[in-house]
């Protein structure tokens, strides 16, 4: 599955039991669908948002044991059912697709991260409850690095919202750094502006804080889920430090993993501090 596409679905690696793979790839065929619709192509405003109230509908049938014909759906209700899934991951998920084709910017951080709390989070939800580790302190953890996740790629992807006209930098940073919103615009933009480099800097500090707050849980759950967890925390990380390292100037190249970095990756994930376990 090429889970580049939907960057907040931190599964399909060679980790994931194969027991699991069909379960996984319906959900993701359903949170890609739907953030397609949202995102992609040329639809007006209205197109979309009926689109994802029609994908709604559809998970009222599966509620009621009625997925209907459409085999997205009717695929999505046979892994929902055999696994026991909760739907409102799912109703989570498409609120958030329906909240991007309306919402252009984000007052302040509460409110970035409640669209975390429904872009990100649901998926981390679902992984759990499908190795049967969904309890309360996993979810709380898990709930963190997939958070953290969704604010780190919103810091590599800067210069390609700007294009949607979108910016997912809270307003409230952006002016207690001197930084305005017109200024993503000029062209060329300076990065190396002192105030743009200062709120990065920041929003870098806060993400990797929130990331490793949940990290304890990839070293907490056993077998190949902490395994997959230990990467997906450490490609996170890894991901800040390649901003650091550009100093910030995501607008040149955007900062990604690189072939060379899954060695890192691996090395660090075997080697993941202890102390990071929660007492």
């Known amino acids: 599955m090429p889970v580049d596409h939907y960057e907040n679905f931190p599964v399909a690696s060679f980790l994931l039991p194969r027991k699991l793979v069909p379960a996984v790839e319906a959900i993701y065929a359903f949170a890609r669908s739907a953030d397609d619709i949202a ?11 009926a689109a994802l109230e029609r994908y709604e509908q559809a998970l009222g049938g599966v509620k009621r044991g009625e997925p209907g ?50 872009s990100a989070n649901p998926v981390g939800l679902l992984m759990l409850s499908l190795y049967g580790a969904a309890d309360g302190d996993n979810v709380r953890d898990s709930d963190a690095i997939c958070s953290a996740l969704q604010l ?39 990065p190396l502006d002192p105030r743009w480099r200062a709120l990065m800097a920041f929003e870098v500090a806060r993400a ?7 990290a304890p849980l990839a070293l907490r759950l056993p077998g190949r889920i902490g395994w ?5 925390v450490q490609g996170g990380l890894r991901i800040l430090e390649a901003i650091e390292r550009v100093d910030y100037d995501v607008f040149a190249r955007r900062p990604a993993l690189r072939g060379a970095d899954w060695l890192l990756l691996g090395w660090r994930a075997i080697w993941m501090n202890p102390g990071m376990r929660r007492a």
């Open 228 to 232: 997959e967890l230990r990467l997906v």
């Open 39 to 49: 995102d992609e192509g040329d639809a007006a405003p209205g197109e979309r948002l």
């Open 69 to 118: 014909a459409d085999p997205l759906f009717r695929r999505l209700a046979g892994v929902i059912d055999a696994h026991r899934l909760p739907l409102q991951p799912f109703y989570d998920l498409l609120s958030a697709f329906k909240q991007d084709v309306v919402v252009k910017r984000y007052p302040d951080f509460g409110q970035l991260l409640d669209y975390c709390r429904r």
């Open 152 to 190: 780190i790629n919103f810091l590599q992807d800067v210069a390609v919202d700007r294009t949607k006209e979108r910016i997912y930098l809270p307003l409230e940073d952006l002016a207690r750094f001197g930084v305005t919103p017109a200024q993503l615009d000029l062209v060329p933009f300076d």
């Open 208 to 214: 990797r804080a929130l990331l490793l707050s949940g």
